[in-house]
């Protein structure tokens, strides 16, 4: 067949299975909206623009991935704005349902899409290939948002593990060993051992009584028995 008429053949059938998706520019160019099948509540639709070489289907026809629009997204905004009452553990629980919110297809992420719908257009050189494109580029292109998706969930995950572990610190003690008990035993038995009343009397040595002059005051009834009893002692 003449690949002018297979190029209108091919608009025509594609034309008929996305009546609302595809935009022809004219009779070569023309592109397809590809609405993704994503956990976010956010539309993500990529563009797949397509331009038919003259040889076409006899080469790959040009092609072209670009990010689309989500027509709600003026409606519903992001949905990831923090209420400034909420506290941190609150914000963290809301963050964990909306991960799927904070995921996009990035620049590199389109240039992988891409580099892949290539080698399979080489491989359908001499057929229409669009549809096939098409359906492989919204294939391939939920299967990177879900790989994306399961990055963030175990960074948020690790973040979690690590925050609970911290938290948990605070509610473990010092290890104890055997050395470490006895040693707080001792301590313990040092701390609660009776101790001497600093303010009881204590009985003077006799040193510290001639040292304060006391040596001297003793009752006038035993010095005077001293007195008498040295008198009747005879030196021989």
Excluded: C
């Excluded at 034309?15 to 520019?25: A, F, H, N, Q």
């Excluded at 397809?32 to 040889?55: C, F, M, N």
């Excluded at 609970?164 to 301590?187: I, L, M, P």
């Excluded at 001297?216 to 035993?222: I, K, L, N, R």
Aim: net charge negative.
């Amino acid at each position: 067949m003449d690949p002018l008429e297979e190029q209108r053949s091919e608009i025509e059938v594609l034309e008929s299975i996305y009546p609302d998706e595809l935009t022809k520019y004219n009779d070569k160019h023309f592109s397809i909206d590809v609405l993704l099948d994503t956990p976010s509540e956010r539309k993500h639709i990529l563009v797949l623009d397509v331009k038919y070489p003259d040889e076409y289907p006899n080469v790959i026809p040009d092609l072209r991935i670009e990010k689309g629009a989500d027509p709600a997204a003026s409606h519903h905004g992001n949905g990831q704005d923090d209420d400034e009452d909420e506290d941190e553990d609150e914000k963290e629980t809301k963050r964990a349902v909306q991960l799927s919110e904070h995921i996009e297809l990035e620049r590199e992420d389109l240039a992988q899409l891409l580099s892949r719908l290539t080698e399979e257009a080489e491989i359908q050189i001499g057929m229409p290939s669009v549809f096939a494109l098409t359906t492989l580029l919204k294939d391939e292109a939920e299967a990177l948002f879900r790989e994306k998706l399961k990055v963030e969930q175990d960074r948020y995950d690790k973040k979690m593990l690590a925050r609970e572990k911290e938290e948990q610190k605070k509610f473990n003690g010092t290890k104890v060993t055997k050395e470490s008990w006895a040693a707080w035993f001792e301590a313990l038995r040092k701390e609660l051992k009776p101790k001497k009343d600093a303010s009881a009397p204590r009985k003077m040595t006799g040193r510290e009584i001639f040292e304060k002059g006391l040596a001297g005051v003793e009752d006038e009834e035993t010095i005077n028995a001293i007195t008498e009893n040295t008198k009747n002692i005879t030196v021989s």
